[in-house]
Every structure is written in structure tokens, then in C-alpha cells.
């Protein structure tokens, strides 16, 4: 009897509801010293945004609301980009938290920061980060007017995590154009291609 060649795959197929990845085996291991301060990065890299579609494709529920989170001027003012990042990230971390204690993980959440330069206000010109949140209800299936409600409860507590003494800050974060519904998961993956 001949004796059956072993064969080794190099590759691996991995099938996802919206997604099927190609991926290597034994890929190699990379060496050697990468330490030393990192600079803010200020342009959504190809890699991050790839990333970030393929864990929205990914998820067996597709997200039903989009929420971008901005900063007011007074917060952000006078502020080096380091600062910046980690005055957000402080932000960040503070919303969440009280997300957690007021909702008890009752909601799935992915968000990205994203840099832009602002086109108006005292920091025209001026690269402030913000987020975008995709959000949707674990236990059960929720309406649109019940994530419309969410958004601007969600809106409120953004803004008190910023800490902005800013008058219009509250009427930014709950202006319809800060959210939207997502229908599918194709559509929630075209949000985030753009």
C-alpha cells in the first residue's frame, strides 16, 4: 500500500455570517524591540478600518443604532494633541463606565475614534477626535423610537462625561444628525467603509 502524503495548509478559512476570512498558519513570529512613545495617529489606517469592518461583520446581530459623540470647544481648547487623546480617552472611559453601572451591560457596543480637523467653531481648522458608537439591545428586539429615546438619554450622559460648561454642548450631542438607525448588516458596514 502507498503511504498518504501528509499535507500541511498554509491557510485556514474561518466562515463568518457576513464575512469569510483567509487566514495563514504558522505565521511568523516577529522580533525585536518596538518600545518607545507612540504618536497620536490622526488618519484611520487602512489595517484599523479593515479591522473594524470585519468585527461589525462578524457579529450575529447587526448594530440597529449609529452615535457619533463629539467634544465642545471649551474642553478641547488650548489643548496639544496628546493632551487631546488623553483628555478623550479619560472621556471615553467615564462614559462607558457609566454606561455599564446605569444599563448592566444590558447593550452591545463598537465604537471607533476618528480624527478630523474642525470646519467651524474656536478650533476651526484643528484636528478633535470623536466617536462613533454602534449600539444594539442584547435581550430583546427594541424599536426605533425606543433607540431614538436611547440616543438622546446616551447624548445627555456624553455630555456630562465631557465635563463642557459649553451652553449649546447639550443641543450638538442630541441633534438628529448626531444619529441614525442602521437597518442591516450590509448597511452597517457601509457607515463604517466610510
Known sequence: AKQAKKIEYKERVIVHQNLVEIKQNNQPILGGERGGLKKPMLDYSSKSRRNFIKTLCKLKRHPKL???FT???DVMEGLSIAEKRDYSNATHLRFRNRIDYIYKES?????KREWQPRKSGALKGQYVPHYH???RRKDYEMTWSEYRDLALELATIWVNCTKSLHPSALSVAINEKSYREIRD??????YAVK
Open 66 to 68: 449609529w452615535q457619533d
Open 107 to 111: 447593550y452591545e457596543m463598537i465604537w
Open 185 to 190: 448588516a450590509k448597511e452597517a458596514a457601509m
Open 133 to 135: 458608537f454602534f449600539i
Open 71 to 73: 467634544f465642545p470647544d
